[in-house]
């Protein structure tokens, strides 16, 4: 399983393309915006017909004011670290969604669901700011188009070893060992990595956009003591909450350093 996740990271690391801003690293992403763009935006104009979409109330009304000042304090950013237009695709969409799942999400081109089973958690808009600075850093990191990269690269090693491999019995190993090995050695850590990342991208931008970073770790400590039993992080999707919390607040001085740039020298 070693040599096939090995494998398999020489192969992004090869058809990496693009550059993330806020890094400056390079990332496995071979579709265009003018390729995923639309196809995210018809995906979340059929959820949000599907779903009971809130609106006309206060806490609709803060997720929407939250989201357009972090969609605002990113595009500050970008403009003055040299990518002006980054967001010229972009099509900012933030709604409420009465369901008592404890989540939120976002597409790529900045279409982003708040759950109102979050807003427990969340209390109030700096806790809001966390989580919408987290969903809005995965829009401008490209972290879908990354997905889809990665699993299209999953699926192509997966037939290349069944074209390649012809026994049967060895070609059952094989799918096996490479669907164990790809998921639990480069596709769950690749997902982390863009958790994590979004993290960080996040608690900036929501600093500079003028809520306290400090509060991110405050909001991780809740959404730990509100959640039931987690998997092993190595088996996970994202980071453990503890995790998380130690990250955040190693990270929130350097992002209140960053928002002083751009004269925020208080926070909501």
Request: aromatic share 10%; with cysteine.
């Amino acid at each position: 399983m070693k040599k096939l996740s090995l494998t398999f990271l020489v192969l992004m690391a090869v058809t990496a393309c693009k550059t993330n801003p806020f890094t400056g690293k390079s990332t496995l992403n071979f579709y265009d915006n003018s390729q995923v763009f639309p196809m995210a935006f018809s995906q979340y104009d059929q959820f949000l017909e599907e779903n009971k979409v809130v609106t006309g109330t206060s806490d609709a009304q803060m997720i929407a004011r939250v989201g357009q000042r972090i969609a605002s304090a990113a595009e500050r950013w970008l403009d003055a670290n040299g990518y002006p237009g980054y967001l010229k695709d972009y099509q900012w969409e933030y709604n409420l969604v009465d369901n008592e799942t404890v989540n939120a999400w976002c597409m790529p081109g900045g279409k982003i669901v708040f759950y109102t089973g979050i807003l427990p958690i969340t209390q109030n808009e700096t806790g809001v700011a966390v989580v919408m600075g987290h969903e809005v850093a995965h829009a401008l990191a490209d972290h879908g188009a990354q997905r889809m990269s990665a699993g299209t690269l999953q699926q192509i090693g997966a037939v290349a070893g069944n074209v390649a491999i012809k026994d049967d019995e060895t070609r059952g190993l094989f799918n096996q060992a490479y669907g164990v090995g790809s998921q639990i050695g480069v596709m769950l850590p690749f997902s982390r990595k863009h958790e994590t990342e979004a993290d960080r991208i996040g608690l900036q931008i929501m600093a500079i956009a003028g809520y306290n970073p400090d509060e991110a770790a405050e909001l991780w400590k809740r959404m730990k003591a509100a959640g039931g039993q987690a998997p092993p992080e190595f088996l996970s999707t994202h980071p453990s909450n503890d995790t998380r919390i130690s990250n955040l607040t190693a990270w929130a001085p350097a992002a209140k350093q960053e928002a002083r740039k751009f004269g925020v020298t208080s926070f909501k």
